[in-house]
C-alpha cells in the first residue's frame, strides 16, 4: 500500500484475490474503499507501487511471472488513473525466482525511477530515466538491497544486507 504524498485520500495497493488475479487498485477516499484500476493477471504477481514524493501524479508499480523469468514496470503520470506498460528483460537463472520491485521514484523527474532486481542474495540495482522504455543497472552487489531513498540534493542511499549503507550523489557512484 502506497498513499499519496500530498493530499490524504489517494491509495494505491497491489494485491492478489482469492481466485488468483493479481493487480492495482486504488482508493479515493482514504482507504475506505477499493478499486480494480484495469491493471490485473491471474499469471503475474504484482510487488511494489511507490509514489514520487515530489509529485502525487507520478507513480510506479511492478509485476513478475516467476515461471518465465519475465518482470515489468508500470507507470502512471495521473496518480494510478491509467497506467503504461513496460517489460524488462531479466537474464535467465537456472530456474531462481527473480523479483523486481520498484525502490523509490525520483522526485523531481517524473521520468525516473530506481528498481531493486534479484533473486535472493544477488541483487542489482537498475534505473530508467526515459518513463520505462530502456533500464540501466546501476548498482550490483553479493548481497540485498533491503531499502532506499533520495535526499533533497538527489543522492541515493541503500540499505543492504549485512547492515551495510552506501551512498551515491546524484549522478555518482556508489
Do not use: C, M
Not at 55 to 70: G, K, L, N
Not at 149 to 166: C, E, K, T
Amino acid at each position: 500500500v502506497q498513499l499519496s504524498p500530498t493530499d490524504n485520500v489517494t491509495a494505491l495497493a497491489v494485491a492478489s484475490s482469492a481466485d488468483g488475479l493479481s493487480g492495482i487498485y486504488r482508493s479515493a477516499d482514504a482507504g475506505r474503499s477499493w478499486s480494480p484500476v484495469g491493471v490485473s493477471s491471474t499469471d503475474r504477481r504484482f510487488r511494489s507501487v511507490k509514489f514520487s514524493r515530489g509529485s502525487a501524479d507520478s507513480v510506479w508499480a511492478t509485476a513478475v511471472r516467476f515461471e518465465t523469468s519475465q518482470a515489468w514496470v508500470y507507470r502512471s503520470v495521473d496518480a494510478g488513473l491509467t497506467w503504461s506498460e513496460h517489460e524488462l528483460v531479466i537474464p535467465l537463472d537456472d530456474d531462481v525466482d527473480v523479483f523486481l520491485d520498484v525502490l523509490t521514484p525520483d522526485a523531481d523527474d517524473p521520468d525516473t525511477a530506481w528498481f531493486v532486481q534479484g533473486p535472493f542474495l544477488d541483487d542489482v540495482l537498475i534505473k530508467t530515466s526515459d518513463g520505462g522504455e530502456t533500464f540501466t543497472e546501476e548498482y550490483a552487489l553479493d548481497g540485498d538491497i533491503i531499502d532506499g531513498a533520495q535526499d533533497p540534493s538527489g543522492g541515493l542511499w541503500l540499505v543492504l544486507s549485512g547492515n551495510h549503507i552506501v551512498y551515491a550523489p546524484e549522478d555518482g557512484f556508489f
